[in-house]
């Protein structure tokens, strides 16, 4: 059931553990989904999921906000959907979705005991769709150690990474490269500015966030400099972070009165690093006002359709082929605690069947501006172009990568800092962590 009094009124009464066919899709063709309450209670037991043969294959997957968000959440419905129908089986019998999986919105929130009762409703795969949701895995996992499961970001089975842990045999962690992506955004947005100055509405404060945006930094620095041929000094970048993922109200930054005052400040263009599509939203809203703005939005394919004359595009996941790959994997047998960091697929990063990060241009891009970001595409695609190469220092001026020295996987990935040349502070700043 939906557990969220915010979500359709007419689940709002049901009991808890109660399955229901509700809405979980877009806003005009929503698709039912099995649901299942939030359990608040410890998993106690290590029951293994049943069956595996693709016609009784089940997957779970909590969102760490609402299946329609237009965003981060939908796209990873969205994803489970897609490997679901590719193995022939069915949304609507086996896909179970929790969505509101964090400790604003449901307070006492059980990931353990949320990942019991999806393995008792017959998920034969967990999918934990955050990197807030670090503890919980975990937790789940060491509960659960015959279920497959996967933590959406983490590095848990990153054998070099800084958080290993190789106890947990079933826990195997899956991102996309979205670093490539943000540099598409960025290189977007410097082309198109018409007073030199970006922002971008970060989301709570990580290595993670703090990675994506440097990429749109050092894109949109490039472009800025190589192709419209500008001075470094003449372009501002400023990051103002809410607190978490997407707005809670009365938790987090008001998202809306932050793209408010960067507009106010000058900046005609804002990029997004939330998971909902408020920078789009109230920057269209100001467009309509006669202003002179347009914005990234993130996460979704879709997100442009909410105000698409001043979209100049969108970085997105599309989860699908990662998704398809780990069930496959858990129906052979094969399945394991690895790390993968799926890299776009170059040949056409819009590709649906396979590539996880992909970046769909918007209405609000000049043709211009759209031929020289396919140049641009393609720089990075044949490593022409290479960003993340030093003489680079962090924002506390202390050197990050000395001239020539080209960053390591582990390098992009543990982002300590912004870089040199963003303005805004990207200390830690977790609204739920107080």
Known sequence: MRSKTRWPSFVAGLLAFALVA?????????????TVAPSSGDATTTAAPSGGAPDDFKIGILLVGPGNDRGYSQAHLEGAEYAIEK??????????????????????????????EMVDIGADLIIFNS?????????????????????VSGDSAWADGKDYRPELTNLANVWGQMIYGKMIAGCAAALE?????????????????????????LGAKYCWENIRGEDAADLEFTVTYIGFWFEIPGVTLDATLVVNDFIDGGADVTLSG????????????RADAGENVAAIPYDYIGACDEAPDICLGVPYFNWGPAYLEAARAVIDGSFAADWKWYEPDWNNINDPDSSVVGFFQG????????????????????????LYEGPLNWQDGTQFLSDGQVATDFEIWYSPQCLEGIEGSCSDFNALAG
């Open 193 to 217: 500015t018409e007073t030199g100055k970006l922002a971008y509405l970060g989301p709570l404060t990580n290595d993670e966030t703090r990675r994506l945006v440097n990429s749109s930094y």
């Open 131 to 151: 990197d807030d949701m670090r503890d919980g895995a975990f937790e789940a996992a060491a509960a659960l150690p015959e279920v497959p499961m996967i933590w």
């Open 87 to 116: 193995l022939g089986l069915s949304v609507d019998e086996d896909l179970i979705v929790l969505e509101f999986a964090n400790l604003g919105d449901t307070p006492g929130l059980s990931f353990p005991g949320t990942a019991r």
């Open 363 to 386: 209405n609000g891009l000049s043709a211009e501006n759209k031929a020289s970001l396919d140049t641009f595409i393609a720089g990075l695609a044949d490593g022409s172009i290479q």
């Open 274 to 285: 939330i998971d909902a599509n408020v920078a789009l939203i109230r920057s269209g809203q």
């Open 22 to 34: 509700a809405a979980c899709g877009g806003d005009s063709d929503p698709t039912t989904t099995t």
